[in-house]
């Protein structure tokens, strides 16, 4: 553990990062040299952010990362929108517990408009029911955004279902043509999961609703990572894996992804859930599958047949079709 008598400057700390960020192998005395500090200083700050959960190869020659990493860069993000008016701020952050948190506390002041947060470190993602979301340091996209709706829009408990078109049409338009929707908030690749959604919202029926959006996508996990996620019985899958090599990089993403979030969360507030819901169902990897719905105190058996207006899931049961706003679904074993 770091000595906590000679405590580690965060700026240095962040500067190192910067210079690895090119997944080149740096020597020490060259790391002290562009720092202007000790060896002895890299040393420390090299193993503070190991502590991090950052992983940093040593070897003869010096210090590397194992692959370089796009770090989160607010001005390149913005410059590689084609439309940003509706955006407010954007915050980039070194590590926090949660994007969505942070967006809690710092929302969008102004309606129909939003902020947005990156992190290069979560310490406490979250997923839906509670779950963690893990994502290692530079292997995928931990954003959120935050809305601030004049007042509740119609159809409100759809805009799960909303964003993840959004982010699907996003993926669609870089090539990932197979990515589909499972409700409420998955996007699937061939059956694994690359990308979840989470909304808070918190705002009075009848007045303005701040609402939260964290994203989660897989971009490049390590093997570890995804064995470690199989042996929970989760089955993933990463943007790599779905387009190649050919990437955009992590700010262009964010901004591919803000751009499509801002264009549905404009006509959500004025038109509700209609304007998505047949595109929303072309997306739909559900769609006359067998399935369960696992409920606190049920599970349904039945055939999914697509979404209600509202957004909730229609299922055909033994008793006739079923809507259920939420629950958690999975494919019937056959």
């Given at each position: ?21 090119d997944g080149a192998?740096h ?58 008016l ?39 993602g979250?997923?839906?029911r ?93 093997e ?71 409920q606190?105190d ?14 909730s ?22």
């Amino acid at each position: 553990m770091t000595n906590q008598s000679e405590p580690i400057d965060i700026p240095r700390r962040e500067q190192l990062l910067k210079l690895l960020a090119d997944g080149a192998t740096h020597s020490g005395e060259r790391l002290a040299e562009q720092l202007n500090i000790t060896r002895a200083a890299v040393w420390k700050a090299i193993n503070a952010l190991r502590e991090l959960g950052i992983d940093i190869e040593s070897q003869h020659q010096g210090y590397k990362l194992p692959i370089a990493v796009d770090l989160y860069d607010a001005a390149r993000i913005r410059n590689a929108m084609h439309d940003h008016l509706n955006l407010q701020r954007i915050d980039v952050l070194f590590t926090v517990d949660s994007t969505n948190r942070y967006i809690t506390d710092h929302p969008a002041t102004r309606s129909d408009q939003a902020v947005l947060c990156v992190t290069e470190i979560q310490q406490a993602g979250r997923g839906r029911r509670g779950r963690s979301w893990v994502a290692p340091f530079g292997s995928g996209i931990c954003m959120s955004l935050g809305w601030l709706f004049d007042s509740m829009p119609p159809a409100f408990s759809a805009l799960s279902l909303v964003v993840g078109v959004a982010l699907t049409r996003a993926l669609h338009s870089i090539g990932a043509h197979e990515v589909g929707l499972k409700w409420p908030n998955d996007l699937l690749w061939r059956g694994r999961k690359l990308a979840g959604v989470l909304i808070e919202m918190r705002g009075e029926p009848d007045g303005p609703a701040h609402v939260v959006i964290g994203i989660g996508l897989n971009l490049q996990l390590p093997e570890a990572s995804k064995q470690q996620l199989l042996e929970q019985q989760a089955h993933v899958t990463d943007l790599h894996e779905v387009c190649g090599t050919q990437l955009l990089s992590r700010n262009e993403l964010v901004a591919l992804f803000t751009t499509h979030l801002l264009q549905v969360l404009t006509v959500f507030a004025r038109d509700g859930f209609a304007p998505f819901v047949n595109e929303w169902q072309r997306y739909d990897v559900l769609s006359k599958a067998e399935v369960n719905v696992l409920q606190a105190d049920r599970t349904v058996a039945g055939i999914a047949r697509g979404v209600s207006e509202d957004g909730s899931l229609l299922v055909e049961t033994a008793q006739g079709v079923q809507r259920f706003v939420s629950g958690e679904v999975s494919l019937r074993a056959r």
